[in-house]
């Protein structure tokens, strides 16, 4: 969801929301209450997928997903905003504020809350050497990865350069300047990047430079 999105919902106070969606809350969660009367909720065990690593959904996520998916709230939240993005936004909040409404002591928050409590229990079971990470630390250990692939891959290219052959070690000495046969015991002059005239001569054995 881009900022902008989520800028316009947070202008939108709990107080407005509660006003404009007040009949469709009460409707929920009226809704709620039939399907834990009947038993129309998703156990622990189905709630946790086979082969799921993921941190174990708290007890007001997991009203909350139900309202959603069970109690038809988004359907009533697209009813009023049509297929808007911010439909899931508003949802998740009118979800949150029917969470907070409910008695704490209550059967429905406490239905929660127990299924929470089952699904950590099965989850300890299953994977028992499970670190929960936050999502700050798994973006540190990404960037920590994909430095170390790029450092590994600079080493690896620095092994493999070509060494040069230093059989001859005459090869890499820094050779000495060859003054040409023309300019010797010969006068010349020219101008340098600085415009000041240097004079060089030379006897044949040494170059004198002026």
Not at 35 to 61: F, W
Not at 78 to 102: N, Y
Not at 185 to 193: A, G, I, L
Not at 205 to 210: A, K
């Amino acid at each position: 969801m881009t900022r902008a999105i989520k800028k316009a919902c947070s202008n939108e106070s709990n107080e407005d929301l509660i006003k404009k969606y007040g009949k469709v809350l009460d409707e929920v969660q009226d809704t709620l209450t039939i399907t834990i009367s009947n038993g129309q909720t998703p156990t622990a065990n189905e709630l946790l997928i086979k082969g799921d690593l993921k941190k174990p959904t708290n007890s007001s996520m997991l009203c909350i997903n139900h309202l959603i998916k069970t109690c038809g709230l988004m359907d009533e939240v697209r009813k009023v905003e049509g297929t808007s993005k911010r439909t899931m936004q508003i949802t998740r909040r009118l979800g949150g504020i029917l969470w907070k409404r409910m008695d704490c002591h209550g059967p429905n928050k406490l239905f929660f809350i127990k299924l929470a409590q089952e699904l950590r229990q099965i989850h300890k079971s299953k994977f028992p050497n499970y670190k929960p990470t936050s999502k700050k630390s798994a973006i540190r250990q990404f960037k920590f990865k994909q430095f170390k692939h790029v450092n590994d891959h600079i080493h690896i290219m620095n092994d493999h350069q070509i060494q040069p052959n230093i059989t001859n070690p005459q090869n890499y000495l820094p050779q000495q300047q060859q003054i040409s046969p023309q300019l010797t015991q010969q006068d010349f002059s020219y101008s340098s990047p600085y415009q000041h005239e240097i004079l060089c001569y030379s006897d044949g054995n040494n170059l004198y430079i002026f």
